[in-house]
C-alpha cells in the first residue's frame, strides 16, 4: 500500500490562518487459517506500507504550518484446531482428530513514513513537520484445542 501527498513544485498555498497537511495510513490486516481433514494450518499476512508527504511549492499561512506523515499496522494473525466452543459446521464435521499437529502463524510487514520539505514555508508562528511509523502491532496465534469437538447433527432420513 503507497499513500502519498505531493504539493507541486508550483503549487502556492496561502492561508490568513494555520495550514495543516497530514499524509496517513491506519491498517487493519486479519489472515485466519483452520485444519481441515489434516492437522495442518498455517496462516501468513504480508503487508508493506509506504507512506509520504513532499512537499515542493510554497506555502504562506498566517498562523502555523503542521506537516506529518504517519503510518500505523495492526495485524491479527491465527493458525487453529476449531475452536472447542465453536459449532462446526457439516463441512466441518470431517476435521482432523489427531490430538497433535502443525500450526504456524506468521506476520510479516514492512512501513515507512517519509516528509520531504525543499519548498518554501512561511509562518506567523510555527513551522512543524514530523514523520513517524506510530504503532505497529502484532497478534500471531497458534492453538490447538482438545480433542473435543462439537459437531453438528445430521438429520435421518
Known amino acids: 500500500l503507497n499513500s502519498k501527498l505531493k504539493i507541486g513544485q ?6 490568513a490562518s494555520s495550514v495543516d497537511l497530514l499524509a496517513h495510513a491506519n491498517i487493519i490486516m486479519k489472515a485466519q487459517a483452520t485444519v481441515g481433514t489434516f492437522p ?3 496462516a501468513l499476512s504480508v503487508l508493506s506500507s509506504n507512506v ?6 510554497s506555502i504562506t499561512a ?15 494473525t491465527r493458525a487453529r ?7 462446526a459446521s457439516a463441512a466441518e464435521a470431517t476435521r482432523s482428530s489427531a490430538l497433535y499437529g502443525g500450526f504456524a502463524a506468521i506476520s510479516v510487514f514492512d512501513q515507512s513514513a517519509t516528509l520531504n520539505m525543499t519548498g518554501t514555508a512561511k509562518a506567523g508562528q510555527t513551522v512543524r513537520g514530523e514523520a513517524k511509523t506510530g504503532e505497529a502491532s502484532f497478534e500471531a496465534e497458534s492453538i490447538v484445542y482438545d480433542n473435543t469437538y462439537t459437531v453438528a447433527k445430521q438429520p435421518h432420513r
Open 10 to 15: 508550483n503549487a502556492l498555498i496561502k492561508a
Open 40 to 42: 495442518l494450518a498455517i
Open 52 to 57: 509520504a508527504l513532499d512537499i515542493l511549492g
Open 62 to 76: 498566517g498562523g502555523d504550518i503542521n506537516a506529518k506523515s504517519e503510518a500505523k499496522t495492526t495485524a491479527v
Open 81 to 87: 484446531d476449531l475452536n472447542k466452543n465453536e459449532e
